[in-house]
């Protein structure tokens, strides 16, 4: 079975500094979606950013970015020049590829703390 | 164009007792699903609906919850009777079409307390 680990309950990260969020999983398929999902306080959990196993390149939206590293099953997701409402936590989630599979494994999340 | 909406946004029960939760789909996905978040823990699967059919309810807990979907329209899920472990976060998500690689989008959630 799957499984999606992120080992920092909580960060802190000052406003205009990056931080990464690590996030590593378990897997014996070989095609499966990686995301990131944030969720500010009392709102919806929206995606981030999403990761296909199959593209090499690491994916970006804005400012954020993953390092994807196949191999050592490992997705951190890194935020540039943080803001104040990126405050949340944030949710790491793997999906398989497989034809009729739609389940999300999550892992336990990460607040995100932004110092002004 | 509106979100998925669940309903209620807060609840507080006692041990025993019935709740049921709401699910509002985006209009016009066919795919609705329910997650569950036991406060610290990971956000689980409880089951996946496809329009009125459940398509995979492999992830719910016991026999105590029931989800429905009447007309492949709103979703419920029910938990009678209450126990104190079933407290958490009750996501709804939705998804257009068959392609599993088709973004879905979640609810702000149902937070459940069983005291």
């Known amino acids: 079975a799957q499984t999606v680990t992120q080992s920092q309950p909580e960060m802190s990260v000052q406003e205009a500094e990056t931080v990464t969020l690590s996030c590593t999983y378990d897997?014996?398929?070989?095609?499966?979606?990686l995301f990131w999902y944030k969720q500010p306080p009392s709102r919806q959990m929206i995606l981030v950013i999403r990761?296909?196993?199959?593209?090499?390149q690491n994916a970006t939206e804005n400012r954020f970015s993953v390092n994807f590293q196949k191999a050592a099953k490992s997705f951190s997701l890194k935020i540039s020049d943080s803001q104040l409402g990126d405050a949340a936590m944030y949710f790491c989630?793997?999906?398989?590829?497989?034809?009729?599979?739609?389940?999300?494994?999550f892992g336990t999340g990460t607040r995100l703390k932004v110092l002004a | 164009e509106a979100g998925v909406t669940q309903f209620p946004s807060h609840s507080v029960i006692e041990k025993g007792q019935t709740v049921t939760l709401r699910c509002d789909p985006i209009?016009?996905?066919?795919?609705l699903y329910w997650y569950r978040r036991v406060m610290g823990k990971e956000i689980k699967f409880l089951l996946h609906?496809?329009?009125?059919?459940?398509?995979?309810e492999s992830g719910m807990p016991n026999n105590r919850f029931l989800a429905e979907r009447t007309g492949g329209t709103y979703s419920t899920l029910k938990v009678q009777p209450a126990e104190l472990e079933d407290s958490g976060v009750y996501f709804c998500?939705?998804?257009?079409?068959?392609?599993?690689?088709?973004?879905?989008?979640f609810g702000e959630g149902s937070w459940l307390t069983v005291v």
């Open positions: 998500a939705s998804s257009t079409g068959s392609y599993s690689g088709n973004t879905i989008y």
């Open positions: 897997t014996s398929e070989s095609d499966y979606y």
């Open positions: 990761q296909e196993a199959y593209k090499q």
């Open positions: 989630a793997y999906r398989s590829m497989a034809s009729g599979t739609y389940k999300y494994i």
């Open positions: 209009s016009g996905h066919d795919n």
């Open positions: 609906f496809v329009k009125e059919s459940k398509q995979d």
